[in-house]
């Protein structure tokens, strides 16, 4: 294992053009973690791996949840769930209007070969959801030879880990198995967790045909701690760990079946065919609000993906067509007595079919050996039909509207041009549009206040100006600066009421920076400033909670940072130490109430006991810092998800 993974010039990603290149030929700020970084982290939560990306930051929630940002502020409700891309293996974790929240907890990161993170509007090529960003995890291939590896974990926390993996080849077959399973009692009072997953892949490779099957299975079972209340209970030792909502849980199960099929047209031309499948179920008690309502979901869906490829001389052209068809329900029972505008009773039960076809077409033209123009468009179409499967009208707080169907159609365009510098540099400037349908959520899970002002496509408007470049055989860094306007804006405001058409802005710098201090050193560091403000005025109930133009949007960090020192003075030790630092935030959006943010200290360390066995130790959150994953500010009271304390970790890793 290297101290550091492969840095930026070499690497290859798959998730700018939806196939193979090199990082340094794609105009965009994209951040990849290969197998040794992932290794490395040993992550118990994906929040772990991704923060090394800039302008990426998770909130790591109860068990496997979690709230993301990319280039954003962190993101709850309809926002949270539909503002960025899942995607396992090139193809979405779920349905386009179907989003999770958490919907990370579904990709099988524990094994991962890589993950790609995409920073900014990736709706040319990728449509719905792709507003703030596209986050690709991607499962191991077939080796030429047999391998066979595990790993076992535990640390003080009670947490305990195993992952497995075979792979090998037999002529044309290649085939690659992982599985992986973690339990834990929880930090806190109550809040357990149990998940496991499994990956199967195939991998047939013919003369003029490759096809390339994948089928992943998650399991998920945990209790769920909510909020603590208080700065007070935040810094005590005990209070920390308590649990007001005992009865709090998730359970949902998923599975997914892909198959990409390759042919080689001749000619510098290929063709890329993906037909897939997915499932997925789930049943959570919703304890953020009063009432405790439970609510289950689920959705089924068939699609396929294509794209051709035609590289001729200057000219590179991709297009393709994609299309899904989706069945989902959902339903939300409250047994508990009303509270407040919470009512007794079935508040939503509802069934949507949906469709979803999209076209796209990225033209690349050599305008010069240095200079390189790049023009994308993407057009999407959806169709809700929504059925109703109880009385409809309001009933307290919820409105449940009439059957209906609900079309909708985006175009996201991308406009970029890169000019190489040299061998080791590259400068390029880029416009693209992000678009996306509502959520089935947004429009069918309504509240009282929205009759007359239903949701309507969230629409972004981005300028990046990137370069990439390295200093000498040590330093290497990508910059970037980006400007975005968001509007159309779904989210819940301080009365708890759902907001369709808000504005936003969006605009910072990020650096990732890799510098080799000497052959056995290395430093790498993540680091982002940004402002997200609100660019609207919004009168709430609770006056002092209420929106004013230019306000920073609540829970937007400005500061952002992620350095690793890496260490490998022998060939057989590995050590990393990794310093997170999250800057303070506000709290509310009226900006009176704000966190202070945090610093974390991280310590690794690997060593090769065999050729074949590896001990390895983690030690998180070395000083000891009484920190928040989230602080929030709600009805008149401070509101934290605590970190996990001091916890001390050891594995054991087997290769052949």
């Known amino acids: 294992m290297s101290a550091a993974p ?33 290794t490395l982290i040993d992550a118990d939560h994906i929040s772990e791996a991704l923060g090394r990306a800039p302008g990426v930051a998770l909130h ?84 030429e030879e047999l391998s066979v590896s595990g790993e076992i974990f535990g640390d003080t926390q009670d947490r305990y880990k195993w992952k497995g993996a075979a792979a090998g080849t037999r002529g044309a077959h290649g085939v690659a198995v992982g599985a992986s399973a973690i339990t834990e009692s929880g930090y806190r009072d109550d809040a357990g967790l149990d998940q496991q997953k499994l990956t199967l892949r195939h991998v047939f490779d013919g003369e003029d045909v490759d096809v390339d099957t994948i089928f992943s299975f998650d399991n998920l079972e945990q209790e769920t701690a909510g909020f603590i209340f208080g700065e007070s209970a935040l ?48 049943a959570f008690v919703q304890h953020f609000l009063p009432g405790n309502a439970l609510e289950e979901n689920g959705h089924w869906s068939v699609g396929v993906q294509s794209a051709y490829y035609r590289d001729a001389g200057r000219l590179s052209l991709i297009a393709g067509v994609d299309a899904e068809y989706t069945e989902g329900s959902l339903t939300e029972f409250q047994a508990e007595p009303t509270v407040f505008s919470f009512t007794q009773g079935l508040h939503y039960d509802y069934d949507v079919k ?11 033209y050599a305008l010069t050996p240095r200079l390189t123009a790049t023009a994308a468009v993407r057009l999407d179409g959806t169709i809700y039909d929504y059925d109703n499967r109880v009385s409809s009208g309001a009933d307290g707080r919820f409105l449940r509207p009439k059957d209906q169907t609900n079309r909708f159609a985006t175009a996201s365009p991308k406009f970029t041009l890169r000019h190489e510098l040299g061998d080791a540099a590259s400068l390029y400037a880029s416009y693209a549009r992000g678009a996306r349908p509502p959520q089935t959520t947004d429009l069918y899970r ?11 496509p969230e629409k972004i408007d981005a300028v990046e100006l990137g370069y990439r470049g390295a200093l000498g055989e040590r330093v290497q860094f990508d910059l970037a600066g980006f400007f975005m306007q968001k509007r159309n804006f779904f989210f819940r405001d301080a009365d708890g009421f759902n907001v369709p058409d808000g504005k936003t802005r969006h605009l910072g710098v990020e650096a990732d920076i890799r510098i080799a201090l000497h052959e056995t050193l290395s430093l790498q560091s993540a680091i982002t400033y940004a402002r997200h403000s609100y660019r609207f005025n919004r009168l709430t109930g609770n006056a002092a909670e209420s929106i004013s133009f ?68 983690t030690l998180r959150n070395v000083t000891d810092e009484l920190y928040a994953e ?27």
């Open 235 to 282: 810094r005590n030792r005990r209070q920390r760990r308590t649990n007001d909502f005992p009865q709090a849980r998730r359970d949902a199960k998923s599975a997914r079946l892909q198959s990409t099929i390759t042919i080689d047209a001749g000619e510098g031309a290929s063709v890329l065919v993906t037909p897939y499948g997915r499932w997925n179920e789930m």
């Open 446 to 456: 309504l509240q009282r206040n929205q009759g007359d002002n239903p949701a309507r």
């Open 354 to 364: 949906a469709v979803n076809a999209s076209g796209f077409v990225q033209g690349e």
């Open 6 to 38: 492969a840095w930026g010039q070499d690497a290859i990603i798959v998730t700018a053009e939806r196939r193979a290149q090199s990082l340094q030929d794609a105009p965009a700020s994209i951040t990849a973690l290969d197998r040794d970084a992932l």
């Open 630 to 656: 989230r602080a929030d500010f709600a009805f008149g009271n401070e509101r934290f998800f605590p970190g996990e304390e001091r916890t001390l970790g050891f594995g054991l890793r087997y290769r052949r």
């Open 550 to 617: 230019g306000d920073d949007v609540d829970t937007a960090p400005r500061v952002i940072a992620n350095t690793r020192l890496g260490w490998r003075p022998l060939e057989r030790f590995t050590a990393e130490a990794e310093w997170v630092s999250l800057g303070s935030y506000f709290t509310d959006a009226a900006n009176d109430h704000a966190y202070d943010g945090h610093n974390l200290l991280h310590l690794r360390a690997e060593v090769l006991v065999s050729d074949r066995l590896a001990a390895f130790l």
């Open 60 to 143: 790591r929630g109860s068990g496997a949840e979690h709230l993301t940002a990319i280039r954003s502020p962190v993101l709850t409700g309809g926002a949270g769930a539909g503002s960025f891309l899942f995607l396992e293996n090139g193809v979405p974790l779920r349905s386009a209007g179907f989003a999770n929240i958490n919907g990370l907890f579904d990709a099988h990161f524990e094994i991962a070969d890589r993950i790609e993170i995409v920073r900014g509007p990736s709706g040319a090529l990728y449509g719905a959801n792709a507003i703030h960003g596209v986050i690709n995890v991607i499962s191991p291939a077939s080796t």
